[in-house]
């Protein structure tokens, strides 16, 4: 359990120092284009880097990005001149509102559509959803402007980059808990189960869900990581004020420090919930939790 | 149907593909009938019980009429998949008994005590194991019990308290296995897929007078250590303690004892699968080759029965299937074609062949064959210990086999060797 733990922590600081050097050695910098202004001279942008201390060499800042990161500090933005805390803190809370209904959404619809489908044992869901797993955000969200255009539906809120990521979601849960679903129905212990006359309720509540659960709690992680992914494209096409417009600008503006903050809250919300996830899988199978 | 009657089956057969599992047969049970399914390994008898309890394989495809009245208990050939694995013993059980004070009763009858019962299926013996799926078979009062090798895995005492469980249920009775005596226990009809082989054993080639020493242990020790919550080291019991023992080349040592003593331990130690405290292990250049219960697990099932061989001796070829009972023409089938004894047969003549001039430990790999695999297997391992100086390590709980194929017997008792 310390070891595990102990293990996040690693990731994580090895995520912010990947992050941070790829996004150092990457030409350009923030100043990049006022360099290309015929009004400025080039000593004065120099200045402007220095008194940023830009002009540092990478390992340097990041050493010092680090202490500041471990006192709760992030830095200031460079496009907007405010800390970053108070940059992000409200764009996270955007995100989240449509990050955390449509992770609920998606896995219930997924997972009632996949139970249904695998007690019927139904396979024609299963050629949809991968098709549909496989388009990228892009088509999906376009599809789904295009819906709600032809229906008159109003094209702002939050509804819109919620639907996007819900189908996001669905396809991507369905695909797994349609297989763990269908192989746990078809295990010896539960085919035998059935023949002695367990009763259906019993079958699925006692037998065939515990026996799908583990594939499922070990996609718990990977599916917000998906989510996480597709929100920033998504918020960006739907014009949804969270997290991935500000990513997208402060990539392109080579804004530092609000990238760095983005990437490594994301990271650890993700290791956080990895880690959750293991916890899960330690409680709920008794193979994991009592060896021999 | 004609009445009273359970089970009927009027030309039954069933075919996975172009082949025939067994058939056609006719087969008509009443209540408090008896009936026996012996055959050889591969004859189909697991096939044929899963087709009267509804469990066929869906590939499978069947032909003739099978009508079956009254509620039938399945009782599986023992694996590890037959029981769910998130439910303790107790809650198997209770899942078909109806409620917890029976399943305890019914589990506590036939030998699991109450702090086993809370046990789950991965941390219980094979033999438990056994028991728990007789139990759950017969909590929901079934009119005919199906077995599929009910006793493979027991000893001697477990054994005797299955079948007095079998014998005193007022269920008919369907039961495979390749075990007679169960039968005559039983007192049941036999219906024969195959017909009855003569499974006497050849008794073992002499040894050479000068044969070399093969496999030496000397005062072998150890204890399972383990980390309690502070992390200090904390001894557990001795699973080894004082282990001595010299196999000479061409040599078969049988080695009994009850559950736990440290056979399967010394056996892993013998096989380099395992460390030991102290003492020393001299088995010369090479490894012991160990084939363990259930050997037809450790072959790969996407391989062909050629690749598999000639893993382990790169000159091997179709001629020693013949040997093993098995037709050449199967060497570039793939194992996944074989049955369970057909699998097992194939495995421990690969340990043989890898095994070459040192050292094979058969851990229990005979006791869920059926008599005539039995037959082939040993006088392919005899075959070997005369033309290349073999030396064998047989760990048994059966005393027929023991003494059939052994110059002399061990047995091990806590850890030490008496």
């Known amino acids: 359990m310390i070891r595990r733990l102990g293990a996040c922590v690693l990731q994580l600081a090895a995520i912010s120092f990947i992050a941070f050097y790829l996004f150092s050695v990457a030409p350009g910098d923030f100043y990049s284009a006022e360099r290309l202004s015929p009004q400025l001279e080039g000593r004065s942008v120099d200045q402007w880097r220095a008194a940023k201390g830009l002009d540092e060499p990478w390992p340097e800042r990041y050493v010092l990005w680090c202490e500041s990161a471990l006192r709760g500090d992030f830095g200031t933005s460079l496009a907007y001149g405010v800390p970053v805390a108070r940059l992000i803190a409200p764009r996270i809370l955007k995100t989240a509102l449509v990050l955390m209904p449509s992770l609920a959404l998606g896995w219930a619809l997924a997972f009632s559509l996949a139970a249904w489908a695998a007690r019927r044992r139904d396979r024609i869901l299963e050629p949809v959803m991968s098709v549909a797993g496989m388009s990228p955000e892009v088509i999906l969200v376009s599809l789904l402007l295009w819906l709600a255009v ?32 269908t192989t746990a129905r078809e295990a010896n212990f539960v085919r035998i189960a059935r023949s002695r006359g367990v009763p259906r309720t019993r079958l699925w509540t006692r037998f065939i869900l515990p026996a799908a659960a583990n594939p499922l709690v070990s996609l718990l992680g990977p599916s917000l990581a998906t989510a996480v992914g597709s929100s920033l494209v998504i918020e960006a096409m739907t014009g949804w004020p969270g997290l991935g417009p500000l990513f997208l600008e402060a990539v392109q503006a080579r804004d530092y420090d609000v990238v760095q903050a983005v990437v490594v809250i994301l990271a650890a919300a993700l290791t956080f919930l990895n880690l959750a996830a293991d916890l899960l899988l330690y409680r709920i199978d008794p193979r994991i939790r009592l060896r021999v | ?63 003739g009429a099978i009508e079956i009245t009254g509620r039938i208990g399945y009782i599986p050939q023992e694996s590890l998949n037959s029981l769910s694995p998130h439910l303790t013993a107790l809650d198997q059980v209770a899942e078909i008994a109806g409620s917890r004070e029976r399943a305890s009763q019914l589990l506590a009858s036939i030998g699991i005590t109450t702090d086993r019962q809370n046990f789950y299926p991965h941390q219980l013996s094979g033999g438990e194991r056994q028991r728990v799926l007789v139990q759950q078979a017969l909590a929901a009062n079934p009119d005919v019990l199906v077995a599929d090798e009910p006793t493979a895995n027991l000893d001697e005492a477990n054994e005797a308290l299955v079948l007095g469980l079998l014998e ?36 073992p080639p002499p040894i050479p007078e000068a044969a070399h020493v093969t496999a030496r242990v000397d005062a072998l020790t150890k204890t399972y250590a383990h980390r309690d919550f502070f992390l200090r080291q904390r001894q557990g019991p ?132 059926d008599a005539s695999t039995v037959r082939d297997v040993a006088a392919f391992v005899q075959d070997a210990q005369q033309s290349s100086g073999m030396a064998c390590l047989l760990i048994t709980h059966r005393l027929d086999l023991a003494a059939g194929l052994a110059h002399r017997a061990l047995s091990m008792e806590q850890g030490r060797l008496r």
């Open chain 1, 150 to 181: 032809w229906a008159g539906a109003p094209l702002a809120g939050a509804w819109l980059p919620i639907a996007g990521l819900t189908a996001i979601v669905v396809p991507l849960v369905f695909l797994h808990a349609f297989s763990a679903l």
């Open chain 2, 238 to 369: 001795h699973i080894l303690d004082g282990v001595s023992l010299v196999i000479r080349a061409g040599e078969t040592v049988a080695l009994s004892g009850p559950s736990g003593a440290g056979k399967s331990t010394l056996a892993r130690c013998l096989a380099r699968r395992e460390r030991w405290d102290s003492g020393q292990i001299d088995t010369g250049n090479r490894p012991a080759q160990l084939v363990q219960q259930e050997p037809s697990e450790s072959l790969n099932p996407r391989w062909t029965l050629a690749a598999c061989l000639r893993e382990a001796a790169p000159q091997a070829d179709a001629d020693v299937l013949e040997r093993i009972g098995l037709s050449a023409k199967w060497f570039e089938r793939s194992v996944s074609e074989l049955s369970e004894g057909q699998r097992s047969r194939v495995a421990i003549a690969r340990a043989v062949l890898a095994a070459g001039d040192g050292l094979l430990i058969l851990d229990e790999s005979l006791a869920s064959l």
């Open chain 2, 1 to 63: 149907m004609i009445g009273g009657t359970l089970v009927f089956l009027n030309t039954w057969s069933v075919y996975y593909g172009a082949h025939r599992a067994f058939g056609p047969l006719d087969l008509r049970i009443g209540a408090g009938g008896k009936i026996g399914i012996a055959g050889a390994s591969g004859s189909g008898k697991s096939t044929l019980l899963a087709s009267i309890c509804g469990l066929l394989d869906p590939a499978a495809r069947t032909s």
């Open chain 2, 168 to 203: 005193t249920h007022q269920a008919a009775l369907i039961v495979a296995s390749h075990r007679e005596t169960v039968f005559d226990r039983l007192q049941c009809r036999v219906l024969r897929l195959t017909p009855r082989v003569d499974a006497r054993l050849a008794s």
